[in-house]
């Protein structure tokens, strides 16, 4: 029980002392950590504190002597099993020799098979083992005997490898596969002497979080196969970062060694991401590294007869003067694309960039599917929260009674979302519900109930949702709406209408790092930074005393697809577009014929890391700087301000708000800001990062869309990205690649029946874009149901077949009557 403040009430108090000194701590809480709140360090190997206890090591043996009540021991116990009792006396190593004489004891049988090879093990200057032999162990062995060796290593996946005479069998590493991911990749075999760690029996490596255990592990039993003896810990220098591959926001370190990210570990961040990431914010950094990284500015001189000539090397002044030129006779016929890689400082620069030096609203930061009712809803008050004002948090999704998910799979596309939701669900408290065409791995690792949902119907299950009396829904629940319900009309309109109706709170979870910051510093044609709509015109009259300027552009742009149509049309002659993936643009997966041929005319500006598709048709390059190269900070889904500093220094490139100053400054309309610092400071004035969010109207705001037709007589494609896909920014590292799971065709029993086909054999997928073959599995799918990954390595289903909802047919491989 706790006390109204959050502390705790005095009664459930117990005192104990500890190497002399009374201490009073929880109830139930152990000695090791009750022995930490008075600065004392108890060995430990097993013991960590997001794991449940085990004394596997027994390394943590601490003194507890019988002081008259009770309360004492005849041997040395250990203190990360044992709870606090009231009187209890415990010694530890500092001021007890028989805890220390314990210790010592252990520490040699642990050292008996464990190999002295400190100078090439990857964990050597950063091993627990090795500084905990020298504090808390002998000077000299008394073991004469060969030492245990197995071959070595043992691949558990792609990434992970394992050198087991290493291990020290203290289990954190199942205990984490077990309690944490819920993913069975690794587990004790053997017995006795012979006990050791190995690959689990039967089960197949599925797991997007393997590389903690790498991290945890207080040895070097388990290491990367990507940074596997490429450099020591003494040789690195470390820096706290965020991870910029989903909406998480989770803490992370960046070692770095002569300009080079080595590798990326899992910062301690217990109201985020507490000390778990993803494999794929863990591994995933090596894409600016890969050929294609632009390091020069490009310029392309226009022939006399109007043709376009070949890309040039130009100095920084010579790019931002020739792109300055063409903006200006584009005059206001100009579109901004600035996708969902950029830090909320770059955002910010974008906002102002178009507004200021442009003077247009013709921004969109959505470069996928999208709707104007979605435009809607992200300017709506129950999107535009944060932490303390009413947002939706970590904590509230470990408290929460019931969790609905909506267009989410939190396993593929927030995976800290998802050991969140896990973790409550351990704890016994929420219950997940998801509206989905299956039940995923994910959500029966949460614990979760299937709610089916066939594609293009989310909205009338959404409405339905209140009135189911399994999901009781009310002011203890949550609603996490995914970005892929903008697909679907009507759909985010019933999410908000659901969340007023019950009394539930609401939290939207985009995909992408960049985009909560670029919806709150206004990258869409219908928002201003600050959350404020473009059609407030004293948003407009304060925005534009804040700024300098005369007034704000007032008439409501083009979003993403109307830029590209207008491109295409030729309404528009010129696009400033960085960090958009040509895949993300179009269905087809590559640029039309007839957006490359508008390209070709229209004057186009990419900033961009690396080469795409739109460089290839810029009349100007400009190369921008990775996240590990500047400074900034993200917006996290729960609308929590996630900054970080600068990793590496590389003179090649610049950060957005660099660039775009640049530019506006040729221009003769300079937006005033030129580095992320000095972005943040306005941003400060301007728009309310952490403050109270502006209100607006909920429901009313959206016009609600005809449900799409349910499609009749035939299949309907279900389909999303998973963790590990075709992404750019997976470049570099084929470690990683490796572990993507392999794309397979979900069937329902029924279907999979009239097929005349078994599980494993190969079938046709066939959409409105071709066709594809891919093996065949079974779900718990409706009939009339099919799904598939939309963007898996070499099987990009949304590109191939076309995207979730669509109208398909199948056949098993051989009978498709000619069908490829």
Request: net charge negative; proline share 6%.
């Amino acid at each position: 029980m706790t006390a109204s403040s959050g502390e705790v009430v005095k009664s459930d108090l117990v005192t104990l002392t500890i190497d002399g000194i009374e201490v009073s701590v929880p109830k139930d809480t152990l000695v090791i950590r009750a022995a930490e709140e008075i600065g004392v360090q108890v060995p430990r190997f097993c013991d960590h504190p997001l794991l449940a206890p085990v004394g596997a090591c027994r390394q943590c043996l601490v003194d507890v002597p019988d002081a008259g009540n009770g309360r004492g021991f005849p041997k040395p116990q250990a203190s990360c099993t044992l709870p606090v009792a009231e009187g209890m006396v415990v010694n530890t190593q500092a001021t007890s020799p028989v805890a220390d004489k314990a210790q010592q004891g252990v520490m040699e049988f642990l050292l008996i098979n464990h190999p002295l090879d400190c100078p090439v093990c990857d964990k050597g200057g950063e091993c627990p083992l090795q500084n905990q032999a020298m504090s808390n162990g002998r000077g000299e062995s008394r073991f004469e005997e060969t030492k245990r060796v197995f071959p070595k290593p043992i691949n558990l996946s792609p990434q992970v490898l394992l050198d087991r005479e290493r291990c020290i069998v203290c289990q954190r590493c199942t205990r984490f596969a077990d309690e944490i991911a819920g993913d069975p990749f690794i587990a004790l075999v053997e017995r006795g002497a012979q006990q050791q760690i190995g690959i689990a029996e039967g089960a197949e490596f599925l797991s997007y979080f393997s590389g903690n255990t790498i991290q945890i592990c207080p040895v070097g039993a388990l290491t990367s196969a990507a940074y596997r003896f490429r450099s020591r810990p003494f040789d690195l220098v470390s820096t706290p970062s965020v991870a910029e591959h989903d909406a998480c926001g989770s803490a992370i370190r960046v070692d770095h060694r002569r300009g080079k990210v080595m590798r990326r570990l899992a910062g301690n961040d217990p109201e985020v991401n507490e000390e778990w990431i993803t494999d794929k914010d863990r591994f995933a950094f090596l894409a600016p590294r890969e050929d294609d990284r632009l390091t020069h500015p490009l310029v392309r001189d226009r022939k006399e007869d109007g043709g376009t000539g070949e890309l040039r090397v130009a100095s920084w002044p010579e790019a931002f003067a020739v792109a300055a030129r063409g903006l200006a006779a584009a005059k206001r016929k100009v579109g901004l694309l600035p996708g969902g890689r950029l830090t909320a400082e770059d955002a910010y620069a974008w906002s102002k960039f178009a507004r200021v030096t442009v003077r247009t609203n013709n921004i969109d930061f959505r470069a996928r599917a999208h709707s104007a009712e979605e435009a809607a809803f992200l300017a709506s008050s129950v999107v535009l929260t944060g932490p303390g004002h009413g947002g939706v948090t970590y904590a509230d999704l470990e408290s929460a009674r019931t969790v609905v998910l909506a267009g989410l799979d939190p396993e593929d596309e927030a995976g800290a979302i998802f050991l969140r939701l896990r973790k409550a669900h351990r704890a016994g408290r929420a219950r997940v519900f998801s509206l989905a065409s299956h039940s995923t791995r994910g959500l029966r690792k949460m614990g979760g109930t299937l709610l089916p949902t066939v594609p293009g119907t989310e909205a009338a299950a959404l409405a339905a949702v209140a009135e189911n009396g399994d999901v009781a829904l009310d002011a203890g629940g949550i609603v996490l709406v995914g970005e892929r319900l903008a697909t679907v009309p009507g759909a985010l309109t019933a999410a908000l209408r659901l969340a007023e109706t019950t009394g539930a709170r609401l939290a939207w979870v985009p995909r992408r790092a960049g985009d909560r910051g670029a919806l709150e510093t206004g990258c869409l044609p219908n928002l201003l930074p600050g959350g404020r709509p473009v059609a407030d015109a004293g948003a407009r009259v304060d925005l534009a005393a804040a700024w300098g300027v005369e007034d704000v552009p007032d008439a409501e742009g083009l979003d993403g697809a109307g830029i590209l149509e207008a491109l295409v049309d030729g309404d528009l002659r010129a696009l400033v577009v960085g960090g958009v993936d040509p895949a993300d643009v179009t269905a087809e997966g590559r640029l039309p014929k007839k957006l490359r041929k508008a390209l070709a005319k229209a004057f186009v500006v990419s900033l961009e890391v690396r080469s795409s598709a739109f460089t290839e048709l810029a009349d100007v390059v400009l190369p921008v700087a990775p996240v590990t190269d500047k400074a900034g900070s993200f917006v996290n889904w729960e609308g929590r301000v996630r900054s970080f500093g600068k990793v590496l220094d590389n003179p090649l490139s610049l950060p957005d708000v660099r660039v775009l100053a640049g530019i506006a400054e040729e221009r003769g309309r300079p937006i005033g800001i030129r580095t992320p610092e000095q972005a943040a400071a306005e941003m400060a004035q301007v728009g309310p990062w952490e403050g109270e969010r502006p209100t607006m109207d909920g429901s009313e705001t959206l016009a609600a869309q005809a449900p799409r037709p349910a499609v009749s007589g035939g299949l309907v494609l279900s389909s999303w990205k998973q963790l590990l896909d075709d992404g750019r920014m997976q470049d570099g590292d084929g470690f990683l690649r490796a572990t993507a799971r392999r794309p397979v065709v979900l069937v329902g029993e029924e279907t999979l029946a009239g097929l005349g086909a078994a599980a494993g054999d190969e079938v046709v997928l066939t959409g409105p874009l071709g066709s594809t073959r891919l093996p065949v599995g079974v779900a718990d799918l409706a009939d009339g149901v099919v799904w598939a990954p939309a963007s898996a390595p070499g099987a990009s289903v949304r590109h191939l077949v076309g995207p979730a909802g669509s109208p398909v047919t199948l056949a098993k491989a051989g009978t498709e009557g000619g069908s490829k």
